[in-house]
């Protein structure tokens, strides 16, 4: 693995500039725990890597509108902030069965991000809180809601000039609830082979008017199972409804069988899954409504 160049710059516009003059072939490297391993591969080998460390987008910042995220906040970043904990629960549940401390140190948000794998941790819960993201370069910024990222395994519509630079969560309004649930070969240091998020807010009647249901390793994108989120609006969230939603979740997944799981396998779990999540998440309601 050789690298011809490798650069720091002091700035975002710095950054952008190089990219803009050498596009493809230039790389960001962020934490570098994808890209290193995809270099050593020889699947990817740029000339040139621009790291990322001095541009100062490892901030968590609150807004009007909620929370802003840089791209290079890591993952234990994430798990030390209160604001995140408290408003966006599912993202750290999220980090917390991702790799061990060591990775968490390094491992970003936007390189989770970019890499667009279909069984990237931290996208789900991204997506199912609406999560923008912010694709920077030097002819500006553009803004684009992070589940209109990707394209396929690996593929993005991001641009060779572009430098992910943000990521913005809205606040949700109240009462919400959201939970996380991976499963792997491996209680830790494993892949997904199924993970889903599932989001619910109820309105004033108490039923719900918001549903997102994010499913990852399922389908060649991380994917809202938009029929089952559906079944769930207005209704009353009676264990039936919510076992109809999960089938019609698993109707929606297109998985593929690989080293990590049979494709009939990520089917009957998304299905479980998907039911385990709307109940968890049902009883977190229920348990802030109480509280409240
Ligand atoms: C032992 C191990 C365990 C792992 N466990 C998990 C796991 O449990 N769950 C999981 O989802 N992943 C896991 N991963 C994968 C990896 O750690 C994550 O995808 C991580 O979030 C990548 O972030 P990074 O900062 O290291 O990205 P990098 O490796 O630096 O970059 C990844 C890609 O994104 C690009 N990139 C990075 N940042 C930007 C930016 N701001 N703008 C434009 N392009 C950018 C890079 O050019 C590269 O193509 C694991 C990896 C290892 C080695």
Redesign the pocket.
Known sequence: MSVAEFMTPASLDDALSIKKDRGAAA????????????MRDKV?S?SLLID?RRLS?DGIARTDEGLSLG??V??SQVLESADIEKYFPALPAACR????PP?RN??????????A?P?????PPLIAYDANIVLSSTGGERVLPLVEFFVGPGQSV?EPS????EIRLPLMSTPSAAIFI?L?QRRS????QVNVTTRLTVGESGLPVEARIVLGSVAPLPMRAMSAEGILLGKELSDELLSEAAIKAREEVTPISDVRASESYRLQMTEVLVRRALLATRDELSGSATDG
């Open positions: 790389r960001v490297i962020a934490g570098g725990t994808d890209l290193i391993l995809r990817l740029p990322l987008l791209a290079y890591s993952l069965e991702f790799a061990g990775i390094r491992a970003t948000l936007g390189g989770n991000i970019v890499n794998s069984a990237a941790d931290l996208v991001i572009e430098i992910l630079t991976k792997g240091m494993a892949i997904s």
